[in-house]
């Protein structure tokens, strides 16, 4: 084995150009795994946001048609003719509403921490340009194919196993003391500027792609922040409920409730029960989150936040699902998609508030007293 002389190494600008090219190194593979990442965590919100949201979108579009042809009605004007038509062109026809025939099913948003781990390491160790060679090149290239389609599916088992792969793998590197390595730096140099450059272009694109700038918005808690979008379609359904409401004739005016509202009247033709009349035997679904369910929860549930919903319908038993979250704005989501793939499942009418106020059995995940978060 051939040792590099001292004169190699004392040379200042090739020992300068080696550090520039470790430090680039370094950050064109941290880059490159980042912006493959969040494609990844783009495509997967993408499509959970579909077919989670979908109905819900949907629904808004109904109620805004509703308003529409209502105001037209009430005043024949021909421009809310004109509107009512438009607004009833774009809402889509109910068969054609939740997931698509073929479409894949929905996947986390971002995978667990050690796929994470797994794919980063992965990433830099066997990224096809980290040689010159082309049939090594090509070996990287199609062992990378594996290891990206393994993430993007959350695969971490599968991770694991194209890690041990590699590992039992040679791995070849160029020499040191090639008298072709200062120029060889130089070009590597002035590749990995370029590719730098390239990469932070893709990750502000992507940043700014629809999906993109909706996924920002919780950058650290993407699973999360499709509860947040569904809140305010919520909130923005009860706005159109109430304005459609208002126009009807003999609308009859409530007095207020000090109840919490979640779950607005679009929701009414669901499958639902009140917490009491739920049998003791019953298949529990909470759909709340991490620290709502630590907090206090029925006993036996089933926890999958509404996140992840999509993304884990295999865990769902057969069979009826009672479906709850704090008081049945987020379960009634789940319950109207499941209901939409054929899924038996009701809604539990005023959730974990309406459990606890019936006096009925819970747990909390800390050994404290529980109660409703």
């Given at each position: 084995m051939s040792v590099p002389s001292v004169e190699v190494w004392a040379d200042p600008e090739r020992q300068d150009l080696e550090e520039r090219v470790a430090a680039a190194e370094l950050a064109w593979l941290t880059l490159d795994v980042d912006v493959a990442t969040l494609r990844v965590e783009i495509d997967n919100f993408a499509l959970a946001h579909h077919q989670l949201l979908g109905p819900l979108y949907a629904e808004l579009d109904e109620l805004d048609a509703l308003i529409a042809e209502t105001v037209a009605a009430l005043s024949g004007d021909p421009e809310d003719l004109r509107r009512a038509r438009e607004a009833r062109e774009r809402v889509e026809p109910p068969e054609e509403r939740g997931p698509r025939e073929g479409e894949p099913e929905a996947r986390r948003v971002r995978p667990a921490k050690e796929a994470q781990r797994v794919y980063r390491e992965l990433a830099r160790r066997a990224h096809p340009d980290l040689t010159t060679d082309p049939d090594e090149r090509e070996r990287r290239s199609a062992f990378i194919a594996r290891v990206n389609e393994a993430y993007a599916l959350a695969d971490a088992e599968e991770l694991e196993r194209l890690a041990e792969e590699w590992s039992s793998s040679p791995d070849s590197a160029p020499a040191a003391d090639s008298p072709d390595r200062l120029a060889w730096l130089r070009q590597r140099l002035e590749w990995l500027t370029g590719r730098i450059t390239a990469l932070a272009v893709e990750r502000v694109r992507l940043e700014r792609t629809p999906m993109g700038e909706v996924l920002l918005l919780r950058p650290d808690e993407p699973e999360r922040l499709l509860e947040d979008l569904a809140e305010r379609l919520l909130a923005t359904a009860a706005e159109r409920q109430a304005r459609l409401a208002a126009l009807l004739p003999d609308n009859g005016a409530k007095e207020p409730s000090d109840t919490p509202q979640e779950t607005p009247?679009?929701?009414?033709?669901?499958?639902?029960?009140?917490?009491?009349?739920?049998?003791?035997?019953?298949?529990?679904?909470?759909?709340?989150?991490?620290?709502?369910?630590?907090?206090?929860?029925?006993?036996?549930?089933?926890?999958?936040?509404?996140?992840?919903?999509?993304?884990?319908?295999?865990?769902?038993?057969?069979?009826?699902?009672?479906?709850?979250?704090?008081?049945?704005?987020?379960?009634?989501?789940?319950?109207?998609?499941?209901?939409?793939?054929?899924?038996?499942?009701?809604?539990?009418?005023?959730?974990?508030?309406?459990?606890?106020?019936?006096g009925r059995p819970m747990v909390s995940g800390t050994g404290q007293q529980p109660f409703v978060l």
């Open positions: 009247p679009m929701f009414a033709q669901l499958p639902t029960a009140d917490a009491a009349s739920v049998p003791a035997d019953a298949v529990l679904l909470d759909v709340r989150e991490q620290d709502e369910w630590d907090a206090g929860h029925v006993e036996g549930a089933l926890h999958i936040p509404i996140g992840q919903v999509v993304a884990r319908l295999d865990e769902l038993p057969d069979g009826r699902l009672y479906v709850m979250c704090r008081v049945g704005g987020r379960s009634a989501q789940v319950v109207q998609y499941l209901v939409g793939n054929g899924r038996d499942a009701v809604n539990v009418d005023g959730g974990m508030f309406a459990w606890e106020a019936a």
